[in-house]
């Protein structure tokens, strides 16, 4: 059995992932501020000694990073963190897994293909493209992961996530609007966790995996096509969104053949994903 180290556990993404693998592998997961699961461990990733405590400490054979300053930066103060975080963090991370010899997954964005001429590729972009570059430098190997914009239920159902915006629709029934004029390709988060599961069991020798439905859709569409399962009335809004359209090239993703092969199956796995939920959603939310 390989021993995982899952940073950022407590966030959205990682959440789903700290959760998916531990089906299968003895996983530790981290916390900064929010130990929303008493399992977790507390690391601190802009702190080296931090890192390297809880780092050596556990001596994971690899490491998923997806703890990160997750969107783009709306002020000063933001800017600062994201820095330190998507800069100074990813620093550390590869500095002490190198130190340990770990195997290191690291979590991208699609967003850090966006040309660097263009106006959508803002700082943040820039971060986790530095965050690919560096990570590529483990020497024991890593696999970058570049997901897109992610749907699919995590036990965090909290942070401010296009999902859990959905899941507020349902159990909070808070209006539904969403926007109609920038598409995206939509990826299912258990796909993230199964690729990283592949990767851990050696049957991945790509050192980057696309991750993502090979087909175009907006927030609205995936807004409509999820609650019209629930008998929720969605409206539609043109915000008139600039951002870039990146498609990302699926060919080895959709060679892995993994469950849930297209954006159809992806709605009805995130319909009974929701049905699930049922008392389970949290009461402070209420
Ligand atoms: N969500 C998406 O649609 C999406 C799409 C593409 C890529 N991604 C990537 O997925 C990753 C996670 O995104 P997310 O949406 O899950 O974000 P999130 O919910 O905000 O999670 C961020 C995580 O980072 C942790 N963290 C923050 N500061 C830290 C620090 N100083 N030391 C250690 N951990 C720290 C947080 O811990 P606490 O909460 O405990 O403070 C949290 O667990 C990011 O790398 C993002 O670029 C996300």
């Not at 890593?142 to 859990?164: E, K, W």
Request: glycine share 6%; proline share 3%; aromatic share 10%.
């Amino acid at each position: 059995m390989k021993k995982i180290l899952v940073t950022g556990a407590s966030g959205y993404v990682g959440a789903r992932i700290y959760l998916d693998l531990q089906k299968k592998h003895e996983v530790v997961g981290t916390y900064f501020n929010s130990d929303f699961n008493d399992n977790l461990v507390k690391i601190d990733i802009t702190d080296l000694d931090s890192v390297r405590l809880v780092f050596k400490a556990h001596n994971p054979d690899f490491i998923v990073h997806v703890a990160a300053f997750p969107v783009s930066p709306q002020n000063d103060d933001q800017k600062k963190l994201m820095k330190e975080l998507n800069y100074k963090g990813v620093d550390n991370i590869v500095k002490v897994s190198n130190e340990i010899g770990a195997k290191v997954v690291f979590v991208s964005s699609a967003i850090a293909l966006t040309d660097s001429s263009s106006s959508a590729n803002d700082i943040y972009g820039q971060s986790k493209a530095y965050g690919e570059r560096e990570c590529k430098k483990i020497v024991a190997g890593s696999l970058i992961v570049r997901p897109h914009t992610v749907f699919g239920y995590s036990p965090n159902m909290t942070n401010d996530r296009s999902f859990n915006r959905i899941l507020k629709n349902i159990f909070l029934k808070t209006p539904a609007i969403y926007d109609t004029s920038w598409k995206f390709e939509p990826t299912y988060i258990g796909h993230i966790s199964a690729v990283i599961d592949k990767y851990i069991l050696g049957d991945i020798k790509t050192n980057v995996m696309n991750v993502a439905m090979d087909i175009l859709k907006s927030k609205y569409d995936l807004g409509f096509d999820i609650l019209s399962n629930f008998g929720i009335e969605v409206t539609p809004v043109d915000d008139k969104r600039a951002w870039a359209v990146t498609e990302l090239d699926l060919t080895d993703f959709y060679k892995l053949n993994l469950p849930i092969k297209n954006y159809d199956e992806m709605i009805s796995a995130m319909v009974k994903e929701i049905n699930q939920i049922g008392n389970n959603y949290p009461k402070e939310m209420n």
